[in-house]
């Protein structure tokens, strides 16, 4: 930060997300240089909506900003970044700040979030960035089927910003992931990884601008499967030795595509080229063993694995997480590294956040909070009786508690009882 930028500069204090103190600085745009990182905008009389903050990659950026007639905004200059001549940022692109105009509503918050924050102040936001997500997905698997190249800067964006959420509270974006459809696989299936990689990389007490990268590489780690035919990949018999290869194929097309962006870093790059390895050489393309398989291809295999177990898909019928946690340790450590499958089992709980269960009492509801001391007694926000046919007023239960007198009987499918999820959980959830 130059001395110019120091000096008579308005702090904020807050937190950063994750929640070590630091100061904010309110500057004006000319003190804006590459490299610093903008969490929000110095609003005054204009209504201009700061869309997802980020690293200001060059000049460019800045003049765009002028252009939208921002004075002053509020950085961060606990998160610099070194740039080059060019303004880029060294070694990999980071993401940039993106804004619209004009918008709903002028933006009047200049500090980041504390964390954590509860579930219900975060799922709102949870809701709003999950489905930009996948729409920011949908538009990278069009570009690819147009011949384009993917634009990285908006999926850090994105990524990073579901990082930040997860610190802030993860079972906000733990829940959103539960809600699955079935023609949508491609689509919220490496967006859930992102969410659930961040999640184990947070429970691991990873670095966080490690987190910031698989958060990244998951996301694109099955881009490859875009140039995939669905009938192949939606094939609801068994496959044949030429599609079982077309399907491995994914590996390669991804890492293919990701020639092209040079920006995204090694770390991405292992994640993509290695989710499909196994410990005892079992796995593709290139029949890695234990130790030349990064930790990061690692946990992206357990990562995929479990998403795609408890997915509902064309061709078969999902897993509920407990049992495609015990398929996990079956397969460990054969398939999976065994100290990072109990450690995953043990960051998302024995039932995790989003899981929907039947009690004892006949009541149904959604897991909402685990019991850290009490794997097997979490928090149930109920919203059905099935004793009485009837839905019921939405109450959160801590299992823990003797006073309920209820606990869980299983885990079970929203088709079972023919139960709209989805307009329960925006009931239980979104405001």
Known sequence: MDSAVKQNTPVIKAKNPVGLDSTYQNITIDQLKPGMYVTSISFQNKKVNIKSEGYILSQTNIDRLIQKGIKRVIVDPSRVKKTNKTGSSQPKVQSSPSFTSPAESPVNKVTKEKAPVSLDREMNKANKLYNNAKALQQEVVSSLKAGKSINIDEVQTITDAMVDSIFRNQDALSCM?????????????????????????????????????????????????????????????????????????????????????????????????????????????????????????????????????????????????????????????????????????QCLGVYPVGTLVKLTSGKLGIISRLNKNKPLQPFVRVFYNTRLNQSIAIEELDLNKAKYKDQIDRCIKPEEFNINLVGFFKAAFVN
């Open 177 to 345: 992931s539960r809600l699955r459809n079935k023609g949508t696989y491609l689509i919220e299936h490496s967006l859930n990884c992102s969410i659930l990689m961040t999640i184990f990389a947070k429970h691991l007490g990873l670095k966080y601008n490690i987190i910031q990268e698989l958060a990244l590489g998951a996301f694109i780690h099955d881009i490859g499967k875009v140039f995939i035919p669905d009938d192949i990949l939606n094939k609801k018999g068994k496959l044949n030795n030429k599609e079982s290869n077309i399907i491995k194929s994914h590996v390669a097309l991804g890492l293919k595509i990701l020639e092209d962006t040079p920006q995204v870093s090694h770390i991405a790059i292992k994640m993509v080229a290695e989710h499909h390895e196994r410990v005892d050489g079992s796995g593709y393309p290139k029949k890695l063993t234990d130790t030349a398989i990064s930790k990061y291809g690692k946990m992206m295999a357990i990562v995929d694995s479990y998403d795609a177990m408890t997915t509902e898909r064309i061709f078969r019928a999902s897993l509920h997480p407990i049992n495609a946690f015990k398929t996990l340790v079956a397969e460990s450590p054969s398939s999976y590294d065994q100290a990072l499958v109990e450690t995953f089992i």
